[in-house]
């Protein structure tokens, strides 16, 4: 595959450097003025998550030399590091994926322009009113030729990318509404319609940049410097790490006013460790019968529409935000409070593995293997551990947080035994959860303290890549299968 033409572009056009990266000491900054005469920029946040301490951010980089080398190819493709693949970088494995599979979606050759591209970005990332990720795509969509007046809203853009609207909101609230009635309409637009091949493009695109803006709020991702509201000249902080630090092998400053330590729960984990056991343990003796597993799933997903998050206050959009979408009211907040019934689709019917996959690679080719990895590198990511613990099976944990999200979506497992959610993910988990994958920007950082007390942030952010990913592959189920039945 070769690399889009405008790629090239995108780098001579990039006039960031490593020291772009990070803060800037006095001395340095002192010796790039009198060499350069110019002054210098520095984040405006505390390194790159409000959640998470940046020295042990930093640290990981340090340390780990596969993650040097990943964020060396990174930042000499595309001029610059951001705060995302920073906070990533705790999972090298995955973030190596990741970067791969943005790579190929954005900037090789595709069904799409690489301005539509980063259009259709803005798009996503502001429908949840991410505008981290609407910056970056902003940026990027100037960089490859686009025309700034799309920026000044949704109706400035061409009738093709306006017709997108109702399929993005559809697919970032309520997906399982998504009909081939409404693939029909955008493939038969006369003038303004949309190939298949395109089509599959634009659904990868809006799925995940919509679970992207997910991770962002989830981990705190501060704006990267190179964007508007991520940078200030003002003179740095005591607290910050400067590139020669990161050079020189020197230890981050205790931060000025100390770590905020939040109250552990006695023995959280082994209580955890405990219902997992025993859990297992009822595997081997007994199973529920295929009645009463649909029932513990019908009752869960009437659950999950109730968990109501304490966070519940209206967030009304900004005008920045919202000229990039229609019908900003549009949403998930109402959907429990009327009634509405998300019905089942049953994974042995429609699922990523058996029909999504081979669909994704027919219409745009080899990417359904890039997508496939990535979903496996989430789903099976372990460490064997938890907490302090080693040796740890972590894999019932893991499949109860990715079926409890797409529970939450109508998704369900025939083989699955629904009972075990309940076991292992208590209620302020699950306000957690389905904040981060329904309304992501009510994510505080009250929240993310308040679950799991005793993890790492590293398993944390593990957490985080867990729902991005099953909440992106639960929105791509739904248009898939939607364009399936079109097309048959």
């Avoid at 007046?149 to 061409?158: D, R």
């Avoid at 009645?291 to 959009?317: G, I, N």
């Avoid at 372990?382 to 040796?391: E, I, L, S, V, W």
Wanted: hydrophobic share 35%.
């Amino acid at each position: 595959m070769r690399h889009a033409s405008a790629s090239n572009e995108t780098m001579e056009n990039s006039s960031l450097t490593m020291t772009d990266l990070f803060k800037i000491c006095t001395q340095c900054e002192r010796l790039s003025k009198k060499d350069v005469g110019v002054r210098i920029p520095r984040p405006v946040g505390n390194g790159p998550s409000r959640f998470i301490p940046e020295k042990e951010i930093l640290q990981v980089s340090k340390l780990d030399k596969r993650i040097q080398s990943i964020f060396e190819d990174a930042f000499a493709v595309l001029g610059r590091l951001d705060n995302i693949s920073l906070v990533m970088g705790f999972h090298p494995q995955y973030l190596e994926n990741f970067l791969k599979t943005q790579h190929y979606l954005l900037q090789m050759d595709g069904p799409l322009s690489l301005h539509c591209r980063h259009y259709i970005g803005i798009m996503a990332a502001a429908r949840h009113q991410c505008t981290y990720l609407v910056n970056l795509h902003v940026n990027d969509f100037l960089q490859v030729g686009g025309d700034p007046k799309w920026l000044n809203g949704l109706e400035e853009a061409p009738q093709k990318l306006q017709a997108l609207g109702e399929l993005n909101k559809i697919l970032a609230h309520r997906p399982w509404l998504l009909t081939k009635e409404h693939i029909e309409r955008l493939l038969k637009a006369e003038e303004h319609s949309w190939s298949l091949a395109e089509l599959i493009h634009v659904v990868v695109l809006l799925t995940l940049y919509h679970s992207l803006a997910s991770f962002t709020f989830g981990c705190g991702i501060n704006p990267d410097i190179h964007t508007d509201g991520g940078h200030t000249f003002r003179p740095p902080s005591l607290s910050g790490y400067c590139a020669c630090d990161i050079a020189n092998g020197n230890g981050a400053l205790e931060e000025m006013f100390g770590n905020q330590q939040v109250s552990e729960l006695s023995g959280e984990v082994e209580v955890l460790m405990e219902k997992m056991k025993q859990l297992q343990e009822c595997h081997d003796e007994e199973e529920a019968s295929q009645e009463e597993m649909a029932t513990r799933f019908e009752r869960e997903k009437t659950e999950s529409m109730l968990v109501v998050t304490s966070e519940d206050e209206e967030c009304v959009p900004s005008r920045d935000v919202s000229r990039h979408f229609e019908d900003p009211s549009y949403g998930y907040k109402d959907f429990y409070r009327r009634g509405e019934h998300v019905p089942t689709l049953r994974v042995q019917d429609y699922s990523w593995e058996d029909h999504g996959f081979s669909l994704v690679n027919r219409l745009y080719p080899d990417f359904g293997q890039l997508l496939d990895e990535k979903f496996q590198i989430a789903y099976n990511l372990t460490y064997n551990t938890m907490a302090t613990h080693q040796g740890v099976d972590t894999s019932m944990l893991r499949r109860a947080i990715w079926n409890y999200i797409h529970c939450m979506f109508g998704i369900r497992y025939d083989d699955y035994d629904y009972g075990e959610i309940n076991q292992l993910l208590d209620r302020g988990f699950k306000v957690y959860i389905k904040t981060m994958v329904r309304t992501p920007e009510k994510i505080t950082k009250r929240m993310y303290d308040s679950f799991w007390r005793q993890f790492k942030h590293s398993e944390k952010v593990h957490v985080n890549l867990l729902l991005m990913e099953a909440r992106m592959q639960a929105e791509l189920l739904y248009a898939l299968r939607a364009i399936t039945r079109y097309m048959t």
